[in-house]
């Protein structure tokens, strides 16, 4: 039974909204995503921290600047907790929470925001459910309730039309699984299909590229990343996805650099990213963007550029390393002026390198970044939450002459030089051809964002006489750059090994394994479930 709208939905309904309605007709829609970020303050409570953070989503949801967007995208982990989680109606049943006060604030307010500004909104929060649910055996927790990560999305009337709960946990202590991964999207009055899924989901065949197989060309992906040298920084991987994909992507991030947490923008598929960000301190900006949609290839683009921090400043961004270390390697001659012709095999995966550089002959520090040429196909973890095959042939930088120090950056305070600049790169490489591999576009510079696409081409073309089905992927950087970190094709095989499934009780966050002792006390405030 519906109960009588609090006094909070009353005045935002009183409220008269400022609205730009994008149609089926347009070429474009109009899309925010928000990077955000919000401190615990010591001694907060769980439920004053919730109240604050949302206040700061209504607050984002009812600006001047959302005036313009259909859709507004926020990011993963930084709404609730679990001692303030929600329930969650089925997006079967169309209801608009806003008026119903057995759901929480987080999903009541929410709902109200976006019937008033007419706006789609899409949250990740903390769900709650009754156990058991429909086909699930497994035993309930004592308390009777499941728990989940949660993307909600509301249409312009505050309704609930899609929900998905992530499926491949990064840590994440006492949430819960779905027994199989959902595959959802929705459908949005200006004519665009939203799939959606969840920060470490990414890295996954399921949900997200079984949607795009399914033909889904625009997602949601709210995201804490925690960002990794030399292929997985956030920015990065973002732009790599969509461009493979060729679809449009937009990415909320959580602003926690300490913990090596930022990464939002709004990417056109092969027209790579119309705005993008890292950061170096913790932010909270909704950023803006007119999209073309895919049914509109030659819609205009207009790309918004975003400052980059100098790679002093992007020192404070914590970075985690690859396992690097066994991949086979070849060293960059430091040669001036140098065209090299160059094969890397790990094993039977070869990768041919063409390059133009230069080394700069007036060196006037001992510190700057050596290269080298690396090929690999095995397998790796990912700290430990999931395992996975990565196949890759790759340029990347080391900060020193030892292996060690390979995809480590200097530090703020360490003087360097500049000391290549690679006038043309072209990578090659033969990969395979199926629904589990997927192959893509890799680079950053060394203020770690991604290159744009017009200085770089791709192409991947049939391999001939092959027993089974592969490509030749050829990637190649057509613009000088004296500040590249990494420039690769890059790409995940999920053959050998199973998806990350159900959360072991008990089992602690993925953060307390790799950030620095400094950054403890941060990390509790952000997964203090």
Partial sequence: MNKPPSLFCILLLLVAPSIQISTPDDPHYWAGVVE?????????????????????????????????????????????????ASFVPHPKDAIAPCNILEYEPVVRDISCAARNRKKYVVINLTEKAKCPEENDARPCSADGLYHFNTNVAFNREGVVVSRYRKFNLFGEAGINTTVYPEIVSFETDFGVRFGHFICFDLMFNEPALELVRMGVTDFIFPTMWFSELPFLTASQIQQGWAFSNNVNLLAAGASFPGVGSTGTGIYSGRRGAITTVMNHEPQTKLYVAQVPKMTSPNAAINKIPQPKGTPAQMAKLYLKRDQIDKYATKDLPMTSNAQLEESVCYESHCCNFTLNYSVNPNLQNTKYYRYKLAAYDA??????????????????ACSSANYSDCSRRFEATEAYDEAVTFNAITIQAKFANNDETFVLPNNVDTSIVPIDVSETEYSVVPSVGDPTPHNIVTYKLTSAHSDLFTFAIWARKFERYATAAANPAGLFSALVLFVSAAAMGLTKNLWQF
């Avoid at 397998?379 to 990347?396: P, V």
Wanted: charged share 20%; net charge negative; with cysteine.
């Fill in 379 to 396: 397998g790796r973890t990912f700290d430990g939450f999931a395992d996975g095959q990565i196949t890759t042939c790759a340029i990347f």
């Fill in 36 to 84: 955000f970020s919000s401190d615990r303050v010591a001694g907060e409570t769980d439920a004053t921290s919730t109240t604050n953070r949302l206040a700061q989503y209504l607050s984002i949801i009812n600006s001047p600047e959302a005036d313009v967007t259909d859709v507004l995208a926020f990011p993963e982990g930084t709404l609730n907790r679990v001692a303030t």
